[in-house]
């Protein structure tokens, strides 16, 4: 039985995240892997990671930060990777391989991975030659498995996109559709590749050189259960679930929300360019006005969607991570976008709790929105 999974990013987050947890699952005694990582772009960069991938001896991940209240650091070679290849280099090996021997496929291709090159949108794509884009190369890897009759797969991305998987699967569909793929082909995507919605969250703070990474303590891989999925693996981190929007929630109006918070503070009180969160948080004032902020405004939010105990639980595991030690993330960095965020945090969240009809004041909050509304306005 094929355990292989063929990973589509050599980014040091997966090293960290998915590699790890298949590498843990498999000095556990589970028969899961080993991994292929591909190389999607023709980055000359990444083109000397992939090469460095494969060795027995594995690769580094440093854990380093604060859990349950202590300091750690640890250091594991992960070995579930056997190599790594180039789409565009080894294109015809990728082919033999993702038809014979892949059993599961994990991607992680940045915010426009799902992006369609004009490039891919033509009879070419089925030509043999090497597709643009992501999308046309996974397109062009699944005709290839149906053709060859080798049957089901089960596709899990990583991207931080919204029902990612469903929307992977639309792209592929509509692209196969656009370039008049047999109408079995377009069957076989629908019914036997199953494409799950999942959500990844761990910060990968820096790469260790030439492959490797330093990443957090914390780590959650929640996917989204539906018919005729089986997880690849058990693992603490990994969680099945029937419904990702909780986890969704708990990461983007507590997590990304508090750093949009401590960020637009940083901006009106022109603080150092330097910042990092944990140096603003060591200002105790500014630390119990995001305490304040959670507590008075975002926890009763929660609680309206009868999640009280899980906001307050998140928000504790949320100022462990802001605090860790290890991690220079800089405010400046969070600040990028400010506009778009302050909506997708701060005004989605006004939102989603506003449709319980028990919303809070928040005046917190409301007072952002409108403050940053009022400096766009001048």
């Not at 302050?342 to 449709?355: N, P, Y």
Request: charged content about 25%.
């Amino acid at each position: 039985m094929n355990t292989r999974i063929i990973q589509f990013g050599t980014s040091r987050f997966l090293q960290a995240h998915v590699a790890l947890f298949v590498h843990e699952a498999r000095e556990a005694g589970q028969a899961i892997g080993p991994i292929t990582i591909v190389q999607v772009s023709g980055s000359a960069e990444r083109a000397r990671r992939v090469g460095a991938f494969g060795n027995p001896q594995g690769y580094p991940v440093v854990i380093r930060g604060i859990e349950d209240g202590r300091r750690i650091e640890r250091q594991i070679a992960v070995t579930s990777v056997d190599g790594g290849i180039s789409a565009q280099a080894d294109w015809a090996k990728l082919k033999v391989l993702f038809a014979n021997d892949a059993a599961f496929v994990v991607s992680n291709t940045g915010d426009r991975g799902y992006d369609v090159s004009e490039a891919d949108r033509t009879e070419a794509l089925f030509s043999g030659c090497v597709p643009v884009s992501f999308v046309g190369k996974l397109t062009a890897l699944l005709l290839h498995r149906w053709q060859a009759q080798n049957g089901s797969l089960t596709v899990l991305p990583c991207e931080l996109l919204n029902r990612n998987g469903d929307n992977l699967q639309q792209a592929v569909l509509s692209l196969a559709a656009d370039v008049g793929a047999d109408e079995a082909f377009l069957r076989y995507v629908e019914t036997e590749v199953i494409f799950a919605n999942s959500l990844v969250d761990r910060i990968v703070s820096e790469p260790i050189e030439p492959v490797g990474a330093v990443a957090e303590p914390y780590a959650l891989w929640a996917i989204e259960a539906k018919p005729g999925l089986k997880l690849p693996f058990e693992h603490p981190c990994v969680v099945l679930t029937d419904d990702l929007e909780p986890y969704e929630r708990l990461k983007l109006h507590i997590l990304n929300l508090g750093h949009t918070f401590l960020a637009d503070l940083w901006m009106r009180e022109g603080r150092a360019k330097e910042e990092t969160v944990r140096l603003l948080l060591t200002d105790a004032v500014v630390r119990e006005r995001l305490l304040t902020m959670y507590r008075q405004e975002v926890v009763p939010g929660f609680v309206a969607h009868g999640m009280g105990d899980d906001a307050e639980a998140y928000i504790d595991v949320t100022m462990e991570r802001f605090d860790n030690p290890f991690l220079d993330h800089r405010v400046a960095d969070i600040a990028q976008n400010h506009g778009v965020k302050m909506e997708r945090r701060i005004r989605a969240f006004l939102d989603w709790v506003a449709e319980t009809g028990v919303a809070p004041a928040a005046p917190i909050l409301r007072g952002l929105i409108a403050g940053h509304a009022a400096a766009n306005d001048l």
